[in-house]
């Protein structure tokens, strides 16, 4: 595995493997990589001939009172999980090659980034476009992998892909989980043993939601409200952010629940801010639609070719 640090170094790779007509799998991070980065990876390995990952932990989508500072890094371990999935080059550019003095341009999707985490989080998704097509235009991906976990990110990265008619397909893979449910993520470093415990709630709220929908319930406050008494009962420490159910196109609040549906949600353990997403759509939830995955589940994915 290569491990290119230089902007200019990862444009002269990327050009050579377009030259050579190899199809180029893209999975950006930042780091402190866990299986639901390692499942990305593998995917790309499986549908791609050269696999990127990029590491950076980007200043640009953290707010000042954020943890952009105590952002877990371990870059030893990170290259050697990679290596392991096959990853051909890990690209760990610097900030000042990522964003030289005077950087004053920035890709903004409008509407997508409002609601949800975009309320709290105000520039967040600004920072992550700019990045992300950033980092696109040095790698020139022909595939990009993204995770449901950070949902809303995915689809506002899907809508600016689209809006500037990019020559990338872009594949949404399934949350990865601990066998508590909790969705994997390098800020579960900072729970203690006993907040990892109480985070389990997230998911199992999220599954209450979807057994309430799957049992014919269609009112999406009915839902948010169980969901809500369901997390404070069993955890003491924990704070609502936002609980949502939105439209998967618009991500704008259903009335009532029918077609696809995000149930979104972040929540504070202690200090940790988690977030977790459920998908449900009702056309299919006869069968029990299957949208998530304890590891042992997680192998009925969609997204996967
Ligand atoms: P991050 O390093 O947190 O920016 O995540 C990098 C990529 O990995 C993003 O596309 C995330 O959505 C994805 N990802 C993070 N956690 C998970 C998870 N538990 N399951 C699947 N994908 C994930």
Redesign the pocket.
């Known amino acids: 595995m290569k491990i290119i640090k230089k902007v200019d170094k990862m444009k002269t790779y990327a050009k050579i493997m377009k030259k050579e007509n190899k199809l180029i799998g893209f ?5 402190y990589l ?4 390692l ?2 990876m593998r995917t790309a390995r499986k549908q791609t001939d050269t696999v990127i990952t990029s590491i950076f932990v980007n200043p640009l989508q953290f707010g000042p009172d954020e943890d952009f500072k105590k952002y877990p890094r371990n870059i030893k371990k990170d290259e050697e999980l990679a290596r392991q999935c096959g990853v051909d080059v890990m690209f760990y550019p610097e900030n000042e090659d990522m964003y030289p003095e005077g950087f004053a341009t920035y890709i903004n999707v409008e509407g997508l980034t409002e609601g949800l985490c975009g309320k709290s989080r105000a520039g967040h998704f600004r920072g992550v476009t700019t990045v992300v097509m950033k980092l696109f235009e040095i790698v020139k991906p022909d595939i990009a ?6 949902a809303q ?2 689809f506002v990265i899907k809508k600016m892909i689209e809006d500037l008619r990019m020559d990338i397909t872009m594949k949404i ?5 601990e066998e508590s449910g909790l ?4 800020r579960n470093a900072y729970l203690t043993k006993p907040e990892k415990k109480e985070a389990g709630i997230l998911f199992t709220s999220l599954k209450l939601a979807e057994e309430s929908v799957n049992s014919g319930e269609k009112d999406p406050k009915k839902i948010i409200k169980k969901m809500r008494d369901s997390i404070s009962a069993s955890s003491a420490s924990a704070k609502i952010d936002y609980i949502s159910i939105v439209d998967t196109k618009s991500l704008k609040e259903v009335r009532d629940i029918s077609g696809e549906v995000l149930i979104a949600l972040a929540v504070f353990i202690g200090k940790t801010r988690l977030i977790d997403n459920i998908i449900i759509n009702t056309e299919k939830s006869e069968e029990g639609y299957k949208n998530v995955g304890t590891p042992k589940e997680r192998n009925t994915v969609q997204g996967r070719a």
């Open positions: 999975i950006p991070t930042m780091g866990h299986e639901g980065h499942s990305l992998y993204f995770g449901q976990k950070d990110q995915a893979m399934p949350i990865a989980r969705a994997m993520s390098s």
